[in-house]
Structures are given as structure tokens and as C-alpha cells.
């Protein structure tokens, strides 16, 4: 049983070209989360949805759209596809202000933009 | 404002050594949580280890322990008798009581077991 399951696994496309990834969680958390890893590793935080609300927005392209259409869901759509979108895109879910809850991820999405 | 600080890029250590990778802190938050995850090279991300700022004992799992130090506020990873396939990413990372649904990530430390 994944508990955080993405798709696909990878993508690459060419520039100008809009794609999505899908997530899902069946682990019964709040809050799911889409998180950015460059080249050298660091993740970043890009947004954090709590029962389907928008609660983290970090400073990204308003060509990145999430949407959640339930608690479980969590995806990511991405317009006007750029070279620097080139990335491992990682989904995520955690019980929402519980401290002691971990992030758990999928096993991400690399995004390679030509 | 929350801050994760890993100050070993790359770490070496010899299989069946122990090997202690560093994690120091900055918040504000009077509770918070503490976290490792490690990322081998096939990329998936793995949740190895737990720290609450108000546990007393320190946290174990396995061959991993949390050496956190409040005072210094230090959650040092160790890792006992190294394996080869402990080579990875390994990432600290923080949860704070205020501010409950965002996690902070240190920038990572790439640890490479010697045979």
C-alpha cells in the first residue's frame, strides 16, 4: 500500500509546453504539501494545502497552480514550462499542527524541461 | 524565525564505524518537533528519526539515534556501525507548535560509507 503516491515518475517536455502532476495520500492526513529540489539537493518549499485550503504560498511563478479537490489530493499544474522548471518535484502529507507528525513523501517527480 | 544549519556538505566514514552527522537549530517556538530523513541515491525520501523538544530521553530507531542537546540546540544524527547502504543524503529537518504545517530542511549532509 503507497502512502503517498505521485505521478509520473518522470516528465520531460520541451519549453512552452503546460503539464500536471497528480498526488494522493491515503494515509488520512489534513495537510499535503508540493516541495522543489534542485540540483544540489535543497528543498524548497513551494505550497501546503490543510483540509483543501491554500496555507502556504511560497514566493513561486503564478505558472505553478496547485489544486486540491480533496483532502487526499494534492496536485500541481504547471503552465509555460521553463528551462529552470527543470527539478524533482516531491509531494508530501503530515497531520496538520502536530508537532510529531512527519512529512511523508512520495517518491517524486523529475521534471526535465528541453 | 526558524532556521535548520548543516555544516558537513560531505561526510566519509568507514563501514562499521559510527559516524555523527550535524544539526543545529534556530526558533523561537517554546515546542517543536525534530526530524531526519535520509535520500539514497534512487531518490525517494525516508523519515528515519523523531525528536520532541520536551522529550527526556533522546530518540532511537534502530541503528539511529538523535543526540539533542536543548541548551545547545543541537540534534545531531548518529548512526552506528555504518552500512554501505547508509550512503546517502541525509537532511535535518524542524516543526514548530506555532507555526504547525511548515517544515524547515537544512541544506543536507551527503554521507559515503567506505568499504
Known amino acids: 500500500d503507497t502512502a503517498v503516491s505521485q505521478t509520473p515518475k518522470y516528465l520531460v517536455t520541451q519549453m512552452g509546453n503546460d503539464k500536471s502532476i497528480k498526488c494522493e495520500q491515503n494515509?488520512?492526513?489534513?495537510?499535503m504539501y508540493w516541495y522543489k529540489q534542485d540540483s544540489k539537493k535543497f528543498l524548497k518549499i513551494m505550497f501546503s494545502?490543510?483540509?483543501?485550503?491554500?496555507?502556504i504560498n511560497e514566493t513561486v511563478p503564478n505558472r505553478f497552480s496547485p489544486k486540491s479537490p480533496d483532502k487526499a489530493h494534492l496536485n500541481l499544474h504547471i503552465n509555460s514550462l521553463e528551462l529552470g522548471d527543470s527539478a524533482v518535484y516531491f509531494c508530501?502529507?503530515?497531520?496538520?499542527?502536530?508537532?510529531?507528525?512527519?512529512?511523508?513523501f512520495g517518491n517524486g517527480t523529475r521534471l526535465t524541461v528541453t | 524565525a526558524q532556521k535548520i544549519t548543516q555544516t558537513q556538505p560531505g561526510m566519509f566514514v568507514q563501514e562499521k564505524e559510527a559516524v555523527t552527522l550535524d544539526c543545529t537549530y534556530d526558533?523561537?517556538?517554546?515546542?517543536?518537533?525534530l526530524f531526519w530523513y535520509k535520500q539514497p541515491s534512487s531518490g525517494e525520501m525516508i523519515f528515519l528519526i523523531y525528536q520532541g523538544s520536551y522529550d527526556q530521553q533522546n530518540a532511537t530507531e534502530g541503528r539511529y539515534s538523535l543526540n539533542f542537546q536543548k541548551a545547545r540546540k543541537s540534534a545531531n544524527l548518529v548512526i552506528s556501525a555504518s552500512q554501505l547502504g547508509d550512503s546517502a543524503m541525509y537532511f535535518c529537518?524542524?516543526?514548530?507548535?506555532?507555526?504547525?504545517?511548515?517544515?524547515?530542511f537544512g541544506t543536507g549532509t551527503s554521507l559515503t560509507v567506505i568499504p
Open positions: 508530501a502529507s503530515s497531520q496538520g499542527g502536530t508537532i510529531g507528525s512527519p512529512l511523508h
Open positions: 526558533t523561537s517556538d517554546p515546542s517543536y518537533g
Open positions: 494545502y490543510n483540509n483543501k485550503e491554500l496555507i
Open positions: 494515509l488520512g492526513h489534513d495537510t
Open positions: 529537518a524542524m516543526r514548530g507548535l506555532n507555526t504547525g504545517n511548515q517544515f524547515y
